[in-house]
């Protein structure tokens, strides 16, 4: 049981170092993506070196990263990908009462 864990962990890590996987909603301390219809929140906060799952109901594995620069650095590029997107072809953005813009659909902050 523990090494199909680990092979898991490791196909979960791979998919994500290969950029394959859906950037859901992102925060400053949580990014929520999607392998293969499974969901997954990452904590980004505080670089490369604390990159992690975190137990909860949300995630389906935890995993525990091998490489968490490679992990961090994919997510940053997703991040950067999904801000550079002019028209915004992934959100329907809507600007709330207070002046914040965000996604209707996924709640992500407008980046422009």
């Known amino acids: 049981m523990k090494k199909q864990l680990e092979e898991m962990q490791r196909y ?4 994500i170092l290969k950029g394959e996987f859906e950037l859901i909603t992102i925060d400053k301390h949580v990014a929520v993506i999607t392998i293969d219809g ?5 904590w980004i906060s505080n670089g490369h070196e604390y990159v992690e799952t975190y ?3 949300y995630n389906t594995i ?3 990263f091998n490489n968490k620069e490679g ?3 994919a997510i940053q590029k997703a991040i950067l990908v999904h801000k550079t997107k002019e028209p915004c072809e992934v959100c329907d953005w809507n600007k709330s009462k207070v002046g914040i813009v965000t996604c209707k659909k996924c709640g992500t902050i407008c980046p422009f």
Do not use: R, T
């Not at 979960?12 to 998919?15: G, H, I, P």
């Not at 499974?38 to 990452?42: A, D, Q, R």
């Open 12 to 15: 979960f890590e791979n998919k």
């Open 38 to 42: 499974l969901s997954f929140s990452i």
């Open 55 to 57: 137990q909860s109901d």
């Open 62 to 64: 935890a995993i525990e």
């Open 71 to 73: 992990v961090y650095s």
